[in-house]
């Protein structure tokens, strides 16, 4: 299973969007979601979305961040905006999969990207 992603650079008030595909011998996807490290911290989780269900932010990006799953389940969007210096990070795509003829969910984690937000 692979998760993928891009990212970029953007100036402060912008937007960017990034994008997360799952793809592999995939039964079943129970939750995808965002994560970020900002710089000297912890990774933290940025959104998550659950089957059917609204997906949740973190208070620093509510009502500037919106994620995403299309029809499908495997993609997973991030539009961002207004974007904030402390915005400043590497994320993550995560995703907890069932393979095809496993019976454990496993957990998965994209490479990273990172976002520069400069002003």
């Known amino acids: 299973v692979q998760l993928q992603r891009l990212g970029g650079a953007v100036q402060v008030g912008g937007f960017l969007r990034l994008s997360c595909a799952a793809s592999?011998?995939?039964?079943?996807?129970?939750?995808m979601a965002w994560y970020r490290q900002l710089p000297l911290k912890q990774r933290e989780l940025v959104a998550g979305?659950?089957?059917?269900?609204?997906?949740r932010y973190a208070d620093a990006v509510k009502g500037r961040f919106t994620a995403t799953r299309d029809n499908s389940g495997n993609m997973l969007y991030l539009q961002m905006d207004s974007l904030k210096p402390e915005d400043t990070g590497v994320y993550y795509c995560n995703a907890h999969i069932r393979p095809v003829g496993a019976h454990l969910w496993e957990n998965h984690w994209g490479q990273g990207t990172l976002v520069t937000v400069s002003s």
């Open positions: 979305i659950r089957n059917s269900s609204e997906a």
């Open positions: 592999g011998s995939i039964s079943e996807i129970k939750l």
